[in-house]
């Protein structure tokens, strides 16, 4: 018996639409496949490209410095503009000047090209804004946190590269990482890409703001930062998202009974442990307890009568003053991987704890290896100890534990919420390969304005050597020891 003819073309309506249906998804998923390879490959092209410009102005700096003359960076063609007063008298044509700028509410932000009109009409603005030049890592936290694009005239979360292509693909940005070349560059296309961006919606300052009403010279909020900016936004731009816990998850691969379970649990009340020391405990330079921020500062206990430590070998460096004296405590320490004591021998191990700075590393726990590398500095900069080795592999630290078999151990004042103002670095090699080891210092982070003098010791053969240096600017890299095994 035959089917019905409805049905028989109910049935071929349903087989063409899911034939229709599979196509369409086919044809997504080729394009969403074809569009990640390309972000992938523009992001790569991207970093390049700034490292390529970063190792330029690092070079024509040195060579203005080796030649005795001055360096002249590039002049900031980006600017990012924060609205920080209401509107209370206001004159009518500022008040037109901030809808221009798409400035209709307090904390709002834009990104603006900087050039002779967008400066007057900022300048005619200025109490009530306060605005400075944005870095590449400003740009990228504020997109990914905070971006929204404009889609059909609605305010859309910029959650998926499909949003940024479906707008900006026909100016060839496909992806996040071309929407931030193309705002931090100031490209070619950077006027619809900064039309399609909603204007940032920043959380209140942290800390809350001085004077809105005073400019920024003279003590208050307003005005051109240039680019202390940054530190304003980074800021701004902590809330807004839930806090993840900062316990982590302690698993043993292949156990699961009662004794894996209680390690757990012990190696958690560890970290909590390790946490507190870390947040609380004070400095043995100078009997102050350093917290998350670097101007968040408090003074100690007054110390007891027994044992004291000296100025670490920095200060000494730099002919600076050491400070009060302080009972000796655990000081603040970021850690890399667990690692076992080194076997080194009893003359290598003396020699590397000798004097100030070998008091700084069995403070820090810093383990003695057959080389030894260590560095000491007396601020909340982040200095960062790297090394090539013989096999080429590059020890620091993003990378602790190299092929050569070498171990940046001790890693401090990496994050803003573990600062100290005395801290250490320490690379050790328990069985170094035979060849040729290149380590120089790079000033990663610069939380002061002052000079940074750092000291350096390279322990080996039972002998230590010591380098004593007077600054090193943000962004600049030291060579300090080059020597064949």
């Known amino acids: 018996m035959t089917a019905p003819e409805s049905q028989v073309k109910k049935m071929e309506t349903r087989e063409r639409n899911q034939k229709l249906e599979r196509n369409a998804k086919h044809k997504a998923k080729v394009k969403s496949k074809t569009l990640r390879r390309k972000a992938f490959s523009n992001a790569a092209a991207y970093a390049k490209e700034y490292k390529d410009k970063e190792d330029q102005e690092m070079r024509l700096r040195r060579q203005a410095r080796a030649l005795g003359n001055f360096y002249v960076p590039e002049t900031a063609r980006l600017l990012a503009v924060i609205r920080i007063r209401g509107i209370n008298d206001m004159h009518p044509k500022s008040r037109k000047i901030l809808q221009l700028l798409r400035l209709r509410q307090i904390n ?5 090209k900087l050039t002779k009109a967008t400066m007057n009409m900022i300048r005619k603005v200025e109490p009530y804004v306060a605005y400075g030049y944005p870095s590449l890592k400003t740009v990228r936290e504020v997109l990914y946190k905070r971006g929204h694009g404009k889609v059909n005239k609605q305010r859309i979360p910029l959650t998926d590269n499909s949003i940024i292509e479906g707008t900006l693909g026909k100016h060839g940005i496909v992806c996040m990482e071309d929407l931030v070349h193309e705002i931090y560059t100031v490209g070619p296309k950077f006027k619809e890409a900064s039309n399609f961006l909603w204007p940032v919606k920043l959380s209140n300052l942290t800390g809350g703001m001085t004077d809105k009403g005073t400019h920024y010279v003279e003590g208050g909020e307003s005005g051109l930062r240039e680019k202390y900016i940054n530190s304003m936004i980074a800021r701004m731009n902590v809330g807004g998202v839930k806090k993840k816990s900062k316990r982590k998850v302690v698993h043993v691969i292949g156990d699961d009974t009662e004794g894996g379970k209680k390690k757990a649990a012990h190696a958690v009340t560890a970290q909590k442990a390790e946490q507190h020391v870390v947040e609380h405990a004070p400095c043995p330079a100078t009997g102050q307890i350093t917290t998350g921020h670097p101007k968040e500062v408090t003074k100690a ?38 690692v076992a004591t080194a076997t080194a021998s009893k003359e290598t191990v003396k020699a590397a704890h000798d004097g100030e700075i070998g008091k700084r590393l069995q403070q820090a726990g810093a383990v003695v290896g057959a080389i030894t590398c260590s560095l000491v500095w007396d601020n909340t900069d982040d200095l960062d100890l790297h090394c090539t080795g013989p096999t080429g592999s ?27 103002g005395c801290p250490v670095e320490n690379i050790f090699w328990e069985h170094p390969p035979k060849g040729k080891y290149r380590l120089w210092v790079e000033n990663n982070t610069s939380r002061n304005d002052g000079a940074t003098p750092f000291a350096v010791r390279l322990t080996k ?19 300090v020891f080059e020597f064949t095994v």
Do not use: R
Not at 308 to 334: D, L
């Open 394 to 420: 590059h020890i620091f630290w993003n990378d602790k534990k190299g092929k050569c078999g070498g171990h940046l151990d001790v890693d401090m004042n990496a994050s803003d919420k573990h600062v100290t």
């Open 461 to 479: 053969d039972g002998k230590s050597q010591d380098k004593n240096f007077k600054d090193i600017e943000e962004y600049e890299e030291i060579d």
């Open 301 to 338: 206990p007054a110390p007891k009568p027994a044992g004291t430590t000296h100025a670490p070998a920095a200060v000494h460096a730099a002919g600076m003053s050491a400070g009060p004296k302080v009972t000796t405590v655990k000081p603040v320490v970021q850690h890399g991987d667990s």
């Open 108 to 112: 709002n932000m834009v990104f603006v």
